[in-house]
Every structure is written in structure tokens, then in C-alpha cells.
């Protein structure tokens, strides 16, 4: 790994190649070529506990608090299978992420349209990307109807609700192949910058309704209404690699500085605004005080003055921390809220955790995914529980095996020792079969590899 890593990009470099077979792949694999082009995006930090060197803090959603981390940005298919990563190291968002790094990896990876494609259908998209609120723009949207980029994300600013009588039950098919019934409507809309998008609505059982956009014309709205929702699975994919995979592992100890023109957040601006919120909250706690002192009924003399003195201390209290709150106002409108890295004290200036390792180490954890994905699919023909494949593929990877190579027929014997439970070992039986039936051959030799389980004839 060390040789590979040795120049910087060689890893995305490889993660690009496999990239594009993949797409391509996928393209081949889907008859009706439905989800061609249709690509998921979503972010994920991976926190850093370590003291290599100071991390940008970023909220992190899954554990509710702001740590210190790296953003990495996740390019999925429909059915949660990964392409590529793209990592950023100063969180900008994923309007940034998709400007300057999803869309040209697409552009440059992603099966191309010829331009008589293009000339012969103008409602015909380069690829279509999927992704949450956090996307959000109308300025976005524009670029990339330019650029003849596909959109397909929820309306973040939906307004009031339709009415019911808009909604007709619609046959919806799922990613997972499943049909539902769901009560939809389609409107044009008109978004804050002129642009015109179409917006599909779902009606929910409790009478909510959940807003989709998209500038994708040739999407009938039962499959936005369908493919929309999915982005679970991605979100599903990333929680397993988490938790299967070691996603968030670090691979190699050591940071390197950022480029100095890199813009971040003043860590002065950002100590500041603390401070504010911190005397805010004290603020109320004096207010809330202030509002609750009351006089007593029927007061006497001493407890008339009592109330005059502790209520003249409280709005004392009040307009001093009122002026507390307004000096460290005036101090933030001389700080800038952003600045260059290199403006910033040595100590405080951002490194970031060294990228190669991790991207080389990120697309072998891919490949083993997808390797997984085929096996389960494989194994599902024959379980009472589609659930279970991923499950048991995994006590089949932890479990002994025999080797036993035969040089004269050219074969190397793979035996599995049993799983202990016949409805497993019948299934496991089922893709042994299916995997000797490849005739693949071990790396470096011409031995045929065969699969069985121990005891099997």
C-alpha cells in the first residue's frame, strides 16, 4: 500500500477506472434502462479523536454534537451500490461538494450522450443527481439546467398544501421491486429566481404531504415518487460500511496543512458567537427570573419593600447583561467570518488527515461490498428470509475453510466446514454450486477453483 500511495492521486486515479466500469456496468445490467444515470449524493463525517493536528468541528448528526471531522461525499446507484468518494477536508456544504468535485468526476466518469443524442431529444440529461434538502438551491438548479444536469430532491420551502381532491392513487413500483399504491399530484412551479421545475407531491396517510422537484422531464412522477424516498438505501449503505466495513477507521497516522488560500471559519468569530449565545441564555434565565417575582397578596410594609428592592436589582442585572450582550456584538462586527487560512495563529490554522491511504483503502472496501452485494444476491433465491443473506455471508467469511489443490486436474478444492444449521448449509450448498459453475481461476495459477462444503459429495 505504502509504493501505491506514494503519489498523491494514484488512488482516485484507480477509484475513477473502476468507476466507470461499474457505471458502465450498471447501464448494461438494467433492461429498461430506467436508472441509468441516476446517481445518489449524500455527505458523511467521519470524526477524528486524535490530536494530530486541529479539525474543523462539524455537527454530526448521528451522534447530535459538533466534533471534529472530515466530510467525505458518497456517489451511489439506485440500489445503494457505490462508485466513488470525494473527500472535503474544510466543510463547505454539498451545494460546494457538487460544483467543484461531484459533477466533474460524473462528467469526466459517468457513460457519455453523444451530441446527436442530444440534438435529437432536447429533454435529454447528461445524469440526474439525487440528493437531500442540504442541496437546496434555485441558483444550483439553474446551473445545472444549463449545463443539462438532471435534479431530483425535495422542495425545501414546499408552502401551503394542495388540495385533496388533486391527489389520484397511483401504482408506484419500489427499488426493491415491491408495488405500492400512493396518492400523487403534479404541478409546474416557478422558483424564487423565474426558473420553472416540476413539483410532485405524495400524500401521506396522516394527511401530510412530502414535496419533490426535479427539471428531469422524462421522469413519470410515479418514478420520482418512487426514487426519491429510496435515498435510504444510501443512507443504509453508509450505516452498514460504518459498522461492517471499519468506514470510519483511521488508516494512516498523520496530517498534512491545507493550502493556504483555503477560506475556513474565523475561530475568533466562531469563539465569539458562543459567548453571545452563552449571555443570551443568561439573559432569559434573568428575564424568566424578573417575570416570576410577583407581590404577594395582602403584602405588609417590609415585604412591599422587599419586592421594590429584589425587582430593581433583577432590571440592574438585566441592563447590564443586555450591555454585555451588545459590546460583544459591537467586537463580532470587526471580526470577519471568514478568513484565509494563512490569516489565521499557527496554532489554530486546519490540517488535514492524509487522503491517499484512506481513498486506496475506501475503494478495496467498496470492491468488497459490491463482491457481498452479488453473493447476497446470489443467496437470496434460496432463504425463507431475504434479510438473513448479508448476515450469513458474513459468518461463512469468519468460518474455516479447507484448501485442497490438485495440480494434475488443475482445481483448487475450497471445503466449508458446516454452518451447524441445515437451512443454512442448504443455501451456502446453493452458491457453491453457482460459484464453481464461474470456473473462475485463483490468481497467478490455472487452478479452477471448486466449492463445497465438508462432507459433500
Not at 191 to 196: M, R, V
Not at 320 to 339: E, F, M, P, S, Y
Not at 410 to 431: W, Y
Request: hydrophobic share 40%.
Amino acid at each position: 500500500m505504502g509504493l501505491f500511495c506514494e503519489e498523491e492521486g494514484r488512488a482516485t486515479q484507480w477509484q475513477s477506472v473502476l468507476a466507470k466500469e461499474w457505471m458502465q456496468g450498471a447501464a448494461q445490467a438494467d433492461p429498461d434502462q430506467q436508472g441509468v444515470g441516476l446517481f445518489y449524493v449524500d455527505g458523511h463525517v467521519r470524526v477524528y479523536h486524535g490530536s494530530l493536528g486541529p479539525l474543523p468541528r462539524l455537527y454530526v448528526a448521528r451522534e447530535k454534537l459538533l466534533l471534529r471531522g472530515t466530510t467525505d461525499y458518497w456517489v451511489n446507484g439506485l440500489g445503494g451500490e457505490p462508485f466513488f468518494v470525494v473527500t472535503q477536508p474544510i466543510h463547505a456544504g454539498l451545494i460546494a461538494a457538487l460544483r467543484e468535485q461531484v459533477i466533474p468526476r460524473l462528467l469526466a466518469d459517468a457513460p457519455p450522450l453523444s451530441e446527436a443524442q442530444f440534438k435529437v431529444d432536447p429533454q435529454a440529461l447528461r445524469f440526474t443527481l439525487i440528493f437531500d434538502r442540504e442541496g437546496y438551491s434555485p441558483k444550483l438548479f439553474a446551473e445545472l439546467s444549463a449545463q443539462r444536469i438532471g435534479v431530483l430532491t425535495w422542495h425545501k420551502y414546499p408552502g401551503e398544501a394542495w388540495p385533496a381532491e388533486e391527489f389520484s392513487p397511483q401504482s408506484v413500483r419500489l427499488h426493491t421491486g415491491e408495488i405500492v399504491e400512493q396518492p400523487l399530484a403534479e404541478r409546474g412551479v416557478c422558483l424564487s429566481n423565474g426558473l420553472w421545475m416540476r413539483e410532485v407531491r405524495i400524500r401521506n396517510v396522516d394527511g401530510s404531504q412530502s414535496a419533490i422537484l426535479s427539471n428531469n422531464r422524462r421522469l413519470n412522477l410515479t418514478q420520482m415518487a418512487a426514487w426519491m424516498p429510496a435515498r435510504w438505501s444510501q443512507e443504509n449503505f453508509l450505516r452498514y460500511m460504518r459498522q461492517h466495513f471499519g468506514l470510519d477507521r483511521l488508516i494512516e497516522h498523520g496530517s498534512q496543512p491545507l493550502p493556504e488560500a483555503t477560506i475556513v471559519v474565523n475561530p475568533a468569530r466562531r469563539r465569539l458567537e458562543q459567548a453571545i449565545r452563552r449571555e443570551r441564555g443568561r439573559l432569559q434565565r434573568l428575564e424568566a427570573q424578573f417575570g416570576a417575582h410577583t407581590l404577594p397578596s395582602g403584602p405588609t410594609a417590609e415585604e412591599l419593600q422587599a419586592f421594590e428592592r429584589e425587582g430593581g436589582q433583577l432590571r440592574e442585572k438585566i441592563q447590564a447583561q443586555t450591555a454585555t450582550i451588545d459590546g460583544l456584538k459591537k467586537q463580532r462586527q470587526d471580526i470577519a467570518r471568514k478568513v484565509p487560512l494563512k490569516d489565521l495563529p499557527e496554532g489554530e490554522r486546519y490540517r488535514q488527515l492524509c487522503p491517499e491511504s484512506k481513498h486506496f483503502i475506501d475503494t478495496l472496501k467498496m470492491i468488497a461490498y459490491r463482491a457481498e452485494s452479488a453473493l447476497a444476491g446470489e443467496l437470496r433465491e434460496h432463504l425463507n428470509r431475504e434479510d438473513d443473506a448479508r448476515a450469513l455471508l458474513r459468518r461463512v467469511f469468519v468460518t474455516p475453510a479447507n484448501l485442497y489443490p490438485d495440480y494434475e486436474e488443475k482445481t483448487l478444492r475450497v471445503e466449508l466446514h458446516r454452518l451447524g444449521s441445515p437451512l443454512q448449509d442448504a443455501a451456502i450448498t446453493k452458491l457453491c454450486e453457482e460459484l464453481t459453475a464461474t470456473e473462475t481461476l485463483f490468481p497467478t495459477t490455472d487452478l479452477k477453483l471448486v466449492y463445497r462444503q465438508v462432507g459433500s459429495a
